[in-house]
Every structure is written in structure tokens, then in C-alpha cells.
């Protein structure tokens, strides 16, 4: 599967983004999602998963509360909604997928993905 990560944006605090995942190769509704983030000079971080069918989601906690994470398998798109956006949310935001079939778990760890797309870039001004 391939990934292409889009939407990401100059923005004030406190503004609001929506980023998407868009994938294409094959079904993406047997894939969990992931998305994490990267800040200059910083590891990437997790930032919310969600499982195949979107039942289920999981926040970090620095971001729970502001994002939220959902799936559209009709359009091969996965979505993350930011709200009330902070200086500190800006960073390179990466999504990426697993394969899983049915399975429904969702997976937090980088190691845990297998796909990865490109960075899109949140800058948030204060």
C-alpha cells in the first residue's frame, strides 16, 4: 500500500487542521492506522491509531482532547481533525499502516507499522 499524507499548513494557535492519509495499492480497510509526528531535533512520536473498521481509536496523552482520529474505508482516507492548535503541535506528521486483516487491534509503536507515508507540515504560530 502507499500513503500520501496532505493537509497540513501555516496556522494560528488555536486554529484548527484537518490532515489526510490517502492510500491506494490495495484494501485499505485491512490495514490499522497510525498517525505520529516529528518536531525539529526530536523523535517521532505517536500521536493516534485507530483499527481497521474505525470501532476503535487511542490518543496520546498530550493530544487527547484535540485530535481526533477517523477513517472513511469507502475513500481509502484516513483523517485527523486538530483542534485548539498549539505552538507546540508543530512538527512533521506522518501517517502510516499495518496490515491486519480483520484483526482489531490498533498499534502505537513506530516498529509496529510497516507503511509509512511522507510528512505533511503543521506550523502553528503563536
Known amino acids: 500500500v502507499q500513503l500520501q499524507a496532505f493537509g497540513g499548513g501555516l496556522v494560528q494557535a488555536g486554529g484548527s487542521l484537518r490532515l489526510s492519509c490517502a492510500a491506494s495499492?490495495?484494501?485499505?480497510?485491512?490495514?490499522?492506522v497510525g498517525w505520529f509526528r516529528q518536531a525539529p531535533g526530536k523523535e517521532r512520536e505517536f500521536v493516534a491509531a485507530?483499527?481497521?473498521?474505525?470501532?476503535?481509536?487511542y490518543y496520546a496523552d498530550s493530544v487527547k482532547g484535540r485530535f481526533t482520529i477517523s477513517r472513511d474505508n469507502a475513500k481509502n482516507t484516513v483523517y485527523l481533525q486538530i483542534y485548539s492548535l498549539k505552538p507546540d503541535d508543530t512538527a512533521d506528521y506522518y501517517c502510516?499502516?499495518?496490515?491486519?486483516?480483520?484483526?482489531?487491534?490498533?498499534?502505537?509503536?513506530?516498529?509496529?507499522?510497516?507503511?509509512w507515508g511522507q510528512g505533511t507540515l503543521v506550523t502553528v504560530s503563536s
Open positions: 502510516a499502516a499495518r496490515l491486519v486483516y480483520s484483526s482489531s487491534r490498533y498499534y502505537t509503536a513506530r516498529d509496529d507499522y510497516h507503511y
Open positions: 495499492g490495495r484494501t485499505f480497510s485491512s490495514y490499522a
Open positions: 485507530i483499527n481497521w473498521s474505525g470501532s476503535t481509536t
